[in-house]
Nanobody
Framework: QVQLVESGGGLVQAGGSLRLSCAAS????????MAWFRQAPGKEREFVAA????????SYADSVKGRFTISRDNAKNTVYLQMNSLKPEDTAVYIC?????????????????WGQGTQVTVSS
């Protein structure tokens, strides 16, 4: 079993920055890919970014490219999402996910484990 716990959300003004963390426990993560999704009220869950655990290969949604950076600390079993130049449309619950294997996936159904999410609110 895998447990994912997010932290770092909050309220920020447009143009500001936040760093989200996702701490993983319960299994070794040498063969897991990790991702961040987000979900705004009344909208479907949306892919944000992903990273493979061993090679560090990354993928981003077009809407966040150049503003968000996903990274990981293998020693701490933690994945981060650095969010810069935040916009009001980035407001959502941000949710961490994990899947077995090194292939990056952008579809929620490909992920096996999910955290509870952390709220990010960007004011205009």
């Amino acid at each position: 079993q895998v447990q994912l716990v997010e932290s770092g959300g909050g309220l920020v003004q447009a143009g500001g920055s936040l760093r989200l963390s996702c701490a993983a426990s319960g299994r070794t993560f040498t063969m897991y890919s990790m991702a961040w999704f987000r979900q705004a009220p009344g909208k479907e869950r949306e892919f944000v970014a992903a990273i493979t655990w061993s090679s560090g290969r990354t993928s981003y949604a077009d809407s966040v490219k150049g503003r968000f950076t996903i990274s990981r600390d293998n020693a701490k079993n933690t994945v981060y999402l650095q969010m810069n130049s935040l916009k009001p449309e980035d407001t959502a619950v941000y949710i961490c996910a994990a899947k077995n294997g090194e292939i990056v996936a952008t579809v929620p159904g490909r992920y096996d484990y999910w955290g509870q999410g952390t709220q990010v609110t960007v004011s205009s």
